[in-house]
């Protein structure tokens, strides 16, 4: 007959915790390192019998240790002041690299040592080894067919763009890893819909040519909807900004401010023509009076310089 030992022991294999409620009164320090020995070594043997009950993969060297122990769901929530961090999504390469089973490259160290000033030099950054070997190369041999092009500046444009096309793959990364899909982001060019015309049938016969000029049209409707949203948020409602292209729509405030500008010239005109007939409001008479008067005044001062 098995003999079974009731203890007041607990874990949880998810949250890795192991509670052993037992009383430490009149308990020497060896004592209490043994026991926690002894419970460590029970915690072992809990995981590694989790581990037997998984279903055996090919693992590969790179991938994961053999030894690999996927834990249980929580059981026991603790209480924690900020949650965990959550994993980081993979890259595109990182994808690429798992399954063609591409080992990752080994961390290198990040000072180069220089045979020629027999010093240790960063391997990136300022005062790097790249840019002491740089300031080196006093005379970079033509390649033939290009003894009329400078290669120093050939060399530093090689270099920037060659950062642009790095910043370009990472904000790609980025995109990819907040879930946004590339090809929906493509067919929809902007946050805002594209206006299409209703009730339009389609003709087979010009498939072919809107194919081809699909992508300049989308860019042209892309450039011409970014640049409305953003007049939309200055004060003049885009009325004194530069138009994007030739054929861009006016802004839809231009009516407006045309009709408001033909009633205040009408209303000038009523003016003149009441002036002329005599029939003149007070204002208007005030105003007129004042003008003479400082047109009469500044003929004075112009004569007495004279």
């Known amino acids: 007959m098995e003999v079974v030992k009731i203890t007041n022991k607990s874990y949880d294999l998810g949250a890795l915790v192991y509670h052993d409620s037992s009383s430490l009164e009149n308990m020497t320090e060896k004592e209490l390192l043994a026991k926690t020995k002894e419970n460590a070594n029970k915690?072992?043997?809990?995981?590694?019998?989790?581990?037997?009950?998984?279903?055996?993969?090919?693992?590969?060297?790179?991938?994961?240790?053999f030894y690999t122990i996927d834990l249980p769901p929580i059981e026991e929530r603790i209480p924690r002041l900020v949650p965990p961090a959550a994993p980081k999504p993979e890259t595109k390469w990182e994808k690429f690299r798992k399954e063609k089973g591409?080992?990752?490259?080994k961390r290198r160290d990040t000072k180069v040592y220089d045979p020629i000033s027999k010093k240790w030099y960063r391997r990136f950054g300022h005062k790097s080894i790249k840019k002491l070997e740089?300031?080196?190369?006093?005379?970079?041999?033509?390649?033939?067919?290009?003894?009329?092009?400078?290669?120093f500046e050939t060399r530093s444009l090689e270099k920037k763009i060659?950062?642009?096309?790095?910043?370009?793959?990472a904000i790609k990364n980025q995109m990819r890893a907040a879930?946004?899909?590339?090809?929906?982001?493509?067919?929809?060019k902007s946050l805002y819909d594209i206006e299409t015309p209703k009730n339009k049938k389609s003709n087979p016969k010009d498939k072919k040519r809107d194919k081809k000029s699909k992508g300049k049209r989308a860019d042209r409707q892309l450039i011409e909807n970014t640049l409305k949203n953003a007049q939309i948020s200055t004060a003049s409602m885009g009325i004194y900004d530069k138009k994007a292209t030739k054929n861009e729509k006016n802004v839809k405030r231009k009516k407006k401010l045309?009709?408001?500008?033909?009633?205040?010239?009408?209303?000038?005109?009523?003016?003149k023509d009441e002036i002329k007939n005599g029939v003149v409001?007070?204002?208007?008479?005030?105003?007129?009076r004042q003008v003479d008067r400082d047109n009469k005044r500044a003929r004075a001062r112009k004569a007495a310089r004279d």
Do not use: W
């Open 162 to 169: 060659m950062l642009e096309k790095e910043k370009s793959k």
């Open 102 to 105: 591409i080992a990752p490259r």
């Open 281 to 288: 409001n007070d204002d208007v008479l005030v105003r007129k």
């Open 134 to 151: 740089e300031a080196r190369t006093a005379i970079i041999e033509a390649k033939p067919g290009e003894e009329h092009i400078n290669p």
């Open 258 to 271: 045309n009709k408001e500008r033909s009633l205040k010239f009408l209303k000038i005109l009523k003016k």
């Open 179 to 188: 879930g946004i899909n590339m090809k929906l982001l493509r067919e929809k």
């Open 43 to 65: 915690f072992y043997q809990v995981m590694f019998d989790h581990r037997k009950l998984q279903p055996e993969k090919n693992v590969l060297e790179f991938d994961r240790p």
